[in-house]
């Protein structure tokens, strides 16, 4: 049936990345996410490649912050401070 109905026929490829949007932070969340989930039918299919190639850049910036285990380092913490009492 996709055959026949389809000018492209059985040679169609479909690629997924589902979209994590925080409530007023849509636009920085889509520059700049905190997580990339890719779905796509084949490994190394052209879906595949065209879907890393779109977001080539983050994945490399992600990789070049992250630490020598491959996790993202830590958030870095504030130093805590004392009030005084009154």
Known sequence: MLHETTPAGDQVEVAWNPEFL???FAIEDT???????LGFETE???A???LRQCFEKI???GRRRS?????PPSSPRRPRTR???R
Do not use: I, K, Q, Y
């Not at 630490?67 to 996790?71: A, F, M």
């Open 59 to 61: 994945t490399e910036a």
């Open 48 to 50: 595949e490649a065209v």
């Open 67 to 71: 630490s020598p285990t491959g996790r």
């Open 31 to 37: 520059l700049r996410p905190d997580r990339l989930v």
């Open 83 to 85: 009030s005084s009492p």
């Open 44 to 46: 190394h299919s052209w």
């Open 22 to 24: 925080r409530d007023s």
